[in-house]
C-alpha cells in the first residue's frame, strides 16, 4: 500500500520559536500534498495544498507568512510554522495524492505540536 | 462553498449489531465523496468512495455507503461491528481538480461495547 510519515510524530515548543514538520511519501512520488489542522474534537481543515516545484496555495484565512510550505521533492513536503504561539497547539496532518491514481489521498498518522 | 454535516458526534453500539452513520452534504455539482476513519496513531484510513455510477458503494471492512441525491446524504453502514470498529469516522466532499479539495465533516466516534 501507500505509505505517508510525517515527522515528528509529537513536538513541544517555546513561544516565538520555529517548528518544521516533515511529510515523506515513502513507496510513491506525490506531485501534490495537502496539510490539515485538526483541532480537539473537530473535524479536520485543509490549510493548503503543495505542490512539487511551486508555491502553495492557501486556504482562505491561513497565513502563509505563520505556515510556510516546501514542497522540494516528489516526496517531502515540510510545514513549518514560525514564530509559533500557543493558539498554534494543535495537531496536524499532511497528505499525500499519489501519482496516476486519482481522487484518493493518502494521510500521514500526524504531528501533535504544543507550543508553550 | 461545500459542507459536510455529521449529525450523530457519539454513537454507542453492541458487538456484532449493525451500524449506520449519516452523513449529509451541500455542494453545487456532483459530488465527490467520501468516508475515512481514523484510528489514534494511525493516519486516515479511506473507507469506500463514490464519483458516479452505482449509488450503492462497498469499501473495506465490510463497510458500504449510499448516495441519495435527493436527501443530499451519504450515510455509511455496517451489518455487524467488531470491536475493532472502535474509531473516529469522517465524511468528506471533494470539490476541485479531480475532487481533491477535500472538505471534512465534524466526526463521528464509535464506541463498541461487548
Known amino acids: 500500500g501507500a505509505v505517508v510519515s510525517q515527522h515528528p510524530s509529537r513536538v513541544i515548543c517555546k513561544s516565538g520559536t520555529s517548528v518544521k514538520i516533515e511529510c515523506r511519501s515513502l513507496d510513491f512520488q506525490a506531485t501534490t500534498m495537502f496539510w490539515y489542522r485538526q483541532f480537539p474534537k473537530k473535524s479536520l481543515m485543509l490549510m493548503a495544498t503543495s505542490n512539487e516545484g511551486s508555491k502553495a496555495t492557501y486556504e482562505q484565512g491561513v497565513e502563509k507568512d505563520k505556515f510556510l510550505i516546501n514542497h522540494a521533492s516528489l516526496t517531502l513536503s515540510t510545514l513549518t510554522v514560525t514564530s509559533a504561539h500557543p493558539e498554534d497547539s494543535s495537531f496536524y496532518i499532511c497528505?499525500?495524492?499519489?501519482?496516476?491514481?486519482?481522487?484518493?489521498?493518502?494521510f500521514g498518522p500526524g504531528t501533535r505540536l504544543t507550543v508553550t | 462553498a461545500q459542507s459536510v454535516t455529521q449529525p450523530d458526534i457519539h454513537i454507542t453500539v453492541s458487538e456484532g449489531a449493525s451500524l449506520e452513520l449519516r452523513c449529509n452534504y451541500s455542494?453545487?455539482?456532483?459530488?465527490?465523496l467520501f468516508w475515512y476513519v481514523q484510528s489514534p496513531g494511525q493516519g486516515l484510513q479511506l473507507l469506500l468512495k463514490?464519483?458516479?455510477?452505482?449509488?450503492l458503494v462497498q469499501g473495506i471492512k465490510g463497510f458500504e455507503a449510499e448516495f441519495k441525491r435527493s436527501q443530499s446524504s451519504f450515510n455509511l453502514r455496517k451489518p455487524s461491528v467488531h470491536w475493532s470498529d472502535a474509531a473516529e469516522y469522517f465524511c468528506?466532499?471533494?470539490?476541485?481538480?479531480?475532487?481533491?479539495?477535500?472538505?471534512f465533516g465534524g466526526g463521528t466516534r464509535v464506541l463498541v461495547k461487548p
Open positions: 455542494y453545487g455539482a456532483t459530488p465527490y
Open positions: 497528505s499525500a495524492l499519489r501519482g496516476g491514481v486519482s481522487y484518493e489521498q493518502y
Open positions: 463514490y464519483f458516479s455510477g452505482d449509488t
Open positions: 468528506a466532499v471533494g470539490a476541485g481538480a479531480a475532487g481533491n479539495k477535500l472538505t
